[in-house]
């Protein structure tokens, strides 16, 4: 059974940094590529970030790049959050998920395994 669990989220002030975990567990890690996405009260999902299943490729959004850096160890099945600068539009539920298929996917329907999510909130 595949499991994605978050961790790292919390309460920030506004230009804070938080680093956000993704340990994953029942699929073969290093064969999907990994997202995150973050969705906020009354708004859809939203897609984050992107790293290709060996790492080479990161995919951002053009609103996040500079401040959101995706990394990731394939010998501990974890996925990495770095964000900086926060912002408290910022605040969301963060997910992880997993694409067992390669290239630039955002949406949340091309993935396959999710986490349960973590909350970041930005203060102001």
């Known amino acids: 059974q595949v499991q994605l669990v978050e961790s790292g989220g919390g309460l920030v002030q506004t230009g804070d940094s938080l680093r956000l975990s993704c340990a994953a567990s029942g699929l073969i890690f290093s064969t999907h590529a990994m997202g995150w996405f973050r969705q906020a009260p009354g708004k859809e999902r939203e897609f984050v970030i992107r790293?290709?299943?060996?790492?080479?490729?990161?995919y951002y959004t053009d609103s996040m790049q500079g401040r959101f850096t995706i990394s990731r160890d394939n010998a501990k099945n974890t996925v990495y959050l770095q964000m900086t600068n926060l912002k408290p539009e910022d605040t969301a539920v963060y997910f992880c998920?997993?694409?067992?298929?390669?290239?630039?996917?955002?949406?949340?329907?091309?993935?396959?395994?999710w986490g349960q999510g973590t909350q970041v909130t930005v203060s102001s």
């Open positions: 790293i290709s299943a060996g790492g080479q490729h990161k």
């Open positions: 998920a997993a694409d067992k298929s390669p290239g630039y996917r955002t949406t949340p329907h091309s993935y396959d395994y």
